[in-house]
């Protein structure tokens, strides 16, 4: 009799934790409401930050109004303005999580951000080193690591390439970044293509720890010698091309430089090149490598 209590007991007990089981994961299994909430809901406002989410398998909700061939992905997904001049209300309307712009344009619209309680987060965007721990860090907030890693070691393998292809004396190297109606300024090795041409083995003639651009003085620029002359040609390149072949043609100065003489000026255009670094820096950096040790490619 007691025998058979007690296994009464047991198998009760057995029923009792194998309910209180069932009850405890219908409590905690994500409903497709909370699941629903918990997706981000992240809005893109350039044109770089686009392409890295599409590299790391991010949704968005809203990406920026422009000209440039988007991921594919993204081609159905709601414009939101110019990355100069997002729109604030449709930005709004999305209801985003999180909403990304790149640091050179945060003084530009931080307190229109604000004003609408927006806490956009500025990504840094202003060397190779800066986007491979942008790309790190996004992976690491959205179970993207592996996503991230893969393109940091792209981006690793690309520069050691080009540091393979280095030979003989450094190339000196002018960089030059064009502006619409407004001639041009000078990049420095704090820029990005700045940045790209130390890793390919270039020598700036214009080397500054604390500016990436400098306004020109012609009178110092005439005495500079470059071997290579890089003009970059990132907004409105049918304005700013025809401006550098004018400056070119009507400014003696530059006549009487060794680039020009030898014709080793290339001009640097979207998607491959802008003024912040994006996805296609592998290939940028590859070209500008090229341009810089042309006699290295001719062996092959």
Do not use: C
Not at 229 to 258: D, S
């Amino acid at each position: 009799m007691k025998s058979a209590r007690k296994l009464v007991f047991i198998l009760l007990a057995v029923v009792l934790v194998a309910v209180l089981g069932v009850v405890a994961w219908l409590q905690l299994r994500p409903t497709p409401q909370a699941t629903q909430h918990k997706q981000p809901r992240i809005v893109a406002t350039t044109v770089a930050v686009t392409e890295m989410a599409a590299k790391l398998d991010l949704p968005l909700v809203g990406v920026p109004t422009t000209a440039n061939q988007l991921p594919a992905r993204y081609q159905k997904v709601t414009k939101v303005g110019s990355p100069m001049s997002p729109n604030i209300e449709k930005i709004a309307a999305l209801k985003p999580t999180a909403v990304y712009s790149v640091t050179v344009l945060k003084e530009q619209y931080e307190a229109t951000f604000k004003s609408h309680k927006f806490h956009a987060q500025y990504l840094n965007l202003d060397t190779v080193t800066s986007l491979k721990q942008t790309l790190t860090t996004l992976g690491q907030r959205y179970q993207r690591q592996q996503q991230a890693h893969q393109q940091v070691k792209l981006i690793n393998q690309a520069v050691k390439k080009v540091h393979a292809r280095q030979q003989g004396a450094k190339p000196q190297v002018l960089v030059l970044m064009g502006l619409p109606g407004a001639g041009y300024m000078i990049a420095t090795d704090t820029s990005y293509i700045g940045d790209l041409v130390r890793l390919a083995g270039g020598e700036n003639l214009y080397p500054d720890k604390t500016q990436p651009y400098l306004t020109p003085d012609n009178e110092k620029l005439a005495q500079q010698r470059p071997d290579v002359i890089l003009r970059l040609e990132h907004a409105m390149p049918e304005v700013v091309k025809p401006q550098f072949e004018q400056e070119f043609k009507q400014n003696a100065m530059w006549a009487q430089m060794p680039a020009v003489q030898q014709r080793r000026v290339y001009d640097l255009q979207q998607p491959e090149f802008d003024a912040t670094a994006n996805m296609h820096v592998v290939t940028g950096l590859q070209q500008i490598s090229r341009w810089l040790y042309p006699a290295k490619e001719a062996t092959k």
